[in-house]
T-cell receptor, first 116, second 113 residues
Framework: DAGVIQSPRHEVTEMGQEVTLRCKPISGHNSLFWYRQTMMRGLELLIYFNNNVPIDDSGMPEDRFSAKMPNASFSTLKIQPSEPRDSAVYFC??????????????FGPGTRLTVL | AQSVTQPDIHITVSEGASLELRCNYSYGATPYLFWYVQSPGQGLQLLLKYFSGDTLVQGIKGFEAEFKRSQSSFNLRKPSVHWSDAAEYFCAVGAGGSYIPTFGRGTSLIVHP
């Protein structure tokens, strides 16, 4: 299994530009999560989907952020317009019910975003 | 709401020495507890998790953790550290019907040869 795939791995953009981050979850997983990691705030959950439906987007910082999951194998996180304070590492993770106890989240390698 | 505290930002140990990373949680009932490891430039990988039963949990890479309800703790241990264990370690807590973990700020492990 290839694991969770994220692209691009690195993104450098200028303030005001649109940024789109992409994620392919592990095949068969029905939950997908977007996290943001910064030195200041640590690892924050932005949004998560279950069966392609957004369940909780309370962590999305503001309207400039949007996420979609058009099908079970693809999700995007878009920032428009981007700002320097959006600079962070963005992780995608996926999971599936394991029958007992909490599900294990499998993380992608992350996208390091730098907004100049 | 649940929360988790990792009191140590950095821990330095010598290769071959034992390791204990501290984690304290706040939640009124029995929580789900996790330890994840993040190697440089990588995503997080689950080391182990606790949700019920035996309070001593074995994980991958020789790690174990013990749930102590009386101390609200879930400390991670390893008897002998290898240089490849140098990484960032995150404790996380999930509660109630939500299996989605809330992460601590992490502890950076430095291993001296």
């Amino acid at each position: 299994d290839a694991g969770v795939i994220q692209s691009p791995r690195h993104e450098v953009t200028e303030m005001g530009q649109e940024v789109t981050l992409r994620c392919k979850p592990i095949s068969g997983h029905n939950s997908l999560f977007w996290y943001r990691q910064t030195m200041m705030r640590g690892l924050e959950l932005l949004i998560y989907f279950n069966n392609n439906v957004p369940i909780d987007d309370s962590g999305m910082p503001e309207d400039r952020f949007s996420a979609k999951m058009p099908n079970a194998s693809f999700s995007t996180l878009k920032i428009q317009p981007s700002e320097p304070r959006d600079s962070a590492v963005y992780f995608c993770a996926s999971s599936t019910p394991e029958g007992q106890g909490p599900d294990t989240q499998y993380f992608g390698p992350g996208t390091r975003l730098t907004v100049l | 709401a649940q929360s988790v505290t990792q009191p140590d930002i950095h821990i330095t140990v010598s290769e071959g020495a034992s390791l204990e990373l501290r984690c304290n949680y706040s939640y009124g009932a029995t929580p789900y507890l996790f330890w994840y490891v993040q190697s440089p430039g990588q995503g997080l990988q689950l080391l182990l998790k606790y949700f019920s039963g035996d309070t001593l949990v074995q994980g991958i890479k020789g790690f174990e953790a013990e749930f102590k309800r009386s101390q609200s703790s879930f400390n991670l241990r390893k008897p002998s550290v290898h240089w490849s264990d140098a990484a960032e370690y995150f404790c996380a807590v999930g509660a109630g019907g939500s299996y989605i973990p809330t992460f601590g700020r992490g502890t950076s492990l430095i291993v001296h040869p």
